[in-house]
C-alpha cells in the first residue's frame, strides 16, 4: 500500500547537477525521516544524506557542500539536489523513509524505493 517513487536519475557529465525526487504514497498516518542512500556494486549502501521531520539534517562527508536535502512535507515528497557531480557519486541511489502506515502498530516502519542509477561521466 505504501510506495516510495523516486525520480530523476540519469546520466550526466563531471560538475554537473542532477536533482533526484521520491515521493511516498499511500495510506499513510506519518513520515519521520526520510533520506539517501546509495549504492555501488560490491560495496555497502551508504547514506548520502538524510532529514527528519523537524528539518535536522546530516550528510556524509562526501557530499558536503556539493548535495542539499530538503523536502516539501504536504507532498510527502523529499529531494536531493546533487551539484558538481563527481565521477564517484556515480550508484544507485535509494530514497529511504521511516513511516507510519495505517495499518502498523505506533511505530515507524523502514521503506525504501525501487532506486535510480546515477551516472557520472568524465
Known amino acids: 500500500q505504501v510506495q516510495l517513487v523516486e525520480s530523476g536519475g540519469g546520466l550526466v557529465q563531471a560538475g554537473g547537477s542532477l536533482r533526484l525526487s521520491c515521493a511516498a504514497s499511500?495510506?499513510?498516518?506519518?513520515?519521520?525521516?526520510m533520506g539517501w542512500y546509495r549504492q555501488v556494486p560490491g560495496k555497502q549502501r551508504e547514506l548520502v544524506a538524510d532529514?527528519?521531520?523537524?528539518?535536522?539534517?546530516r550528510y556524509a562527508d562526501s557530499v558536503k557542500g556539493r548535495f542539499t536535502i530538503s523536502r516539501d512535507n504536504a507532498k510527502n515528497t523529499v529531494y536531493l539536489q546533487m551539484n558538481s557531480l563527481k565521477p564517484e557519486d556515480t550508484a544507485v541511489y535509494y530514497c529511504?523513509?521511516?513511516?507510519?502506515?495505517?495499518?502498523?502498530?505506533?511505530?515507524?516502519?523502514?521503506?525504501w524505493g525501487q532506486g535510480t542509477q546515477v551516472t557520472v561521466s568524465s
Open positions: 499511500g495510506s499513510i498516518v506519518g513520515i519521520n525521516a
Open positions: 529511504n523513509a521511516e513511516i507510519r502506515p495505517n495499518w502498523g502498530r505506533r511505530e515507524w516502519y523502514d521503506y
Open positions: 532529514i527528519s521531520s523537524g528539518g535536522n539534517i
